[in-house]
């Protein structure tokens, strides 16, 4: 199962996210988030191991934003958790992370609610 491998637990959350690869930027939502990343729902077309620039907006309304690696790409369909996904890419923080803090609060406050817990 795809969840041993995984070093974070999920956590259910949709937040507002600017992702842009290249010239193309889109502003799209996460699916989930953990402490080193997040699973963004788009039908961007990439492959693994490309390096991407990510911004979301908390419900505070802060922003954290830097660099992430697309370690997951997910076409539309059953994921091998056996879970219907939309399409998407899993990705990873990369170097430094503006806001780095407020992020891991924000999960933090995350993990209070087992029913938020994926996976």
Do not use: C
Request: net charge neutral; glycine share 10%; proline share 3%.
């Amino acid at each position: 199962m795809v969840t041993e491998n995984r070093r974070d637990l999920r956590y259910r959350a949709q937040l507002v996210t600017t992702l842009t690869l290249g010239h193309d930027t889109r502003e799209i939502v996460t699916d989930d988030v953990s402490f080193r990343g997040a699973y963004l729902r788009t039908d961007l077309v990439t492959g693994p191991r490309k390096l991407v620039r990510v911004s979301f907006l908390l419900p505070d309304h802060h922003e954290v934003s830097g660099h992430a690696m697309v370690v997951h790409v997910q076409q539309p369909g059953e994921d091998a958790d056996g879970v219907m996904r939309q399409a998407g890419i899993g990705i990873e923080f990369f170097g430094e992370i503006r806001g780095r803090a407020r992020w891991d609060a924000f999960i933090q406050e995350l993990t209070k609610d087992p029913a938020l817990r994926t996976g």
